[in-house]
């Protein structure tokens, strides 16, 4: 991978606060925080990664069109829209975890800081280091806790102190008061909210930038739903989070910034409307855009 823009240090995290917790306000159609109606504007913040006239393609199917996106650093970004308007598929672009599907062709560019992703010399190893992903179904592997966490460490050479690397990446996550005494079960002994916590911790291992969550508490109930999006919360402070959800009072509870897709009549997805989260949820420009945050389609 490139040397230079790319060596980017994650700054370190930070304690849980009680402003982002979800709190419902009158006006507002689906559940938001008062804090995130009082956020400053998502677009002060700079970039991390950018796409710029993106078509991705599944051998001759073009499976999303003409994204033209900003995922400001810091923030917490929503994709939604209805089924199969590509936002899993948008969302791998972002790490290139596509590149693992034979026959995809990507179009366009998508800068990582001020580098091209998709760049020959760029190693999409690294890249999946960086850019790391937590997927809706909790995966651990048929490991211990501890083993799970130091994975991707051991994988890539970690020489420090792993013991540590290992308890704050679960302290991060969450979930380390809970699996303390008791780092050499098996990861698949846990619950599926504490499996999920512990995929998030695994991600956190390998020091990425930016974490990307693919319907991260669809297969959770609403109690574990509700500790991932106060833990996203906190992230947030250290990580860059892009999730993608079909359950719009999560992405208007959990996200800063929300970029809504649709398909066309050639079953692309597009980009409808990107905004702050509050506007796209109290004030959006686009006619369609109201219409699928009120449940009127999708
Ligand atoms: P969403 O996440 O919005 O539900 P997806 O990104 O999963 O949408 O899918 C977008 C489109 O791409 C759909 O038409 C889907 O069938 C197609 N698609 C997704 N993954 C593949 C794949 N591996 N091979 C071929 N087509 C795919």
Known sequence: MHPTTLDVETPPGSTRTSADDPVDRPGVRVGMSAAAAQRPEAESAPPIISLRDVHFYYGAFRAVKDISITIPANRITALIGPSGCGKSTLLRTMNRMNDLIPGTRLEG????????????????????????????????????????????????????????????????AAIWGEVKDKLKQSGLSLSGGQQQRLCIARAIATQPEVILMDEPCSALDPRATLQIEELMAELKQAYTIVIVTHNMQQAAR?????????????????????????????NPANQMTEDYVSGRFG
Not at 109 to 138: C, S, T, W
Not at 156 to 165: A, C, E, I, S
């Open 109 to 172: 560019e998508i800068r990582y800081h001020d580098e091209n992703l998709y760049a020959p010399y760029v190693d999409p190893v690294e890249v999946r280091r960086r850019i790391g992903m937590v997927f809706q179904k909790p995966n651990p592997f048929p490991k211990s806790i501890y083993d799970n966490v130091a994975f991707g460490p051991r994988l890539t050479g970690f020489k420090g102190d792993l013991d540590g690397l290992v308890e704050e990446s679960l302290q991060r």
């Open 254 to 282: 959990a996200s800063d910034r929300t970029v809504f897709l649709n398909m066309a009549d050639d079953r692309a997805g597009y980009v409808v409307e990107q905004d702050e989260t509050i506007t796209i949820f109290t």
